[in-house]
């Protein structure tokens, strides 16, 4: 089995009504990745969403390849057969990363590759630690293992899926009873 941690950044929170803008796909142990940010001209935006990226999402994303849907899925698809099958779908939380991720598949001519294996790191945190699953936990009351990128980074989807990684290593280290230290 191969775990990918899987960050999208979109148009909106809703998967009917909105779309990816932006996603980052990262083996768990190669730390190889698949990012890019995704020009599709039927992009439906919110027009909060959209106030809310031009002042919230780094700069540093536009370092990243554009390319239209169809182009993105067939590379994704290319870069996650290079590992081993099942794959698995791992995100902060899956159930809104998920959808997306489907809803951009549903664009281009490929099946989607994560076949309904995820590992929600919302759900393994609170489930571990305690608070609720409606309303999480307040970034306050995060256990030392919840690794979040630098403020300067948050909300790059390469980051967040690289210290979703983080959380996910230390999560494993914790329930082993080993010491976490992921810098």
């Known amino acids: 089995m191969t775990i990918f941690s ?19 796909v990262v083996e768990v142990n190669s ?17 909060s969403t959209k106030r809310w990226a031009e002042e919230n999402i780094p700069k540093c994303t536009d370092r990243l390849p554009e390319y239209d849907v169809e182009s993105a899925c067939s590379r994704l698809v290319t870069f996650i057969s290079e590992f081993e099958k099942p794959y698995t779908f791992m995100a902060w939380p899956a ?24 590992i929600d790191l919302h759900s393994l945190i609170v489930g571990r630690f305690g608070g609720s699953i409606e309303t999480g936990r307040g970034h306050g009351d995060l256990p030392d293992i919840v690794q979040e990128p630098p403020s300067g980074l948050i909300h790059d989807p390469y980051w967040d899926a690289v210290y979703q990684l983080f959380t996910y290593r230390n999560f494993l280290l914790d329930v082993q009873g080993d010491t976490v230290d992921v810098d």
Request: with cysteine; net charge negative.
């Open 6 to 24: 899987v960050d999208v950044e979109t148009s909106g929170l809703d998967p009917i009504f909105h779309d990816v803008t932006s996603l980052s």
């Open 95 to 118: 159930s809104f990363d998920y959808p997306f991720m489907q809803k951009l598949f549903s664009k281009a001519p490929f099946p989607f590759p994560f076949h309904y294996r995820t």
């Open 31 to 47: 730390l190889r990745d698949f990012s890019c940010r995704v020009n599709d001209p039927t992009i439906n935006w919110d027009s």
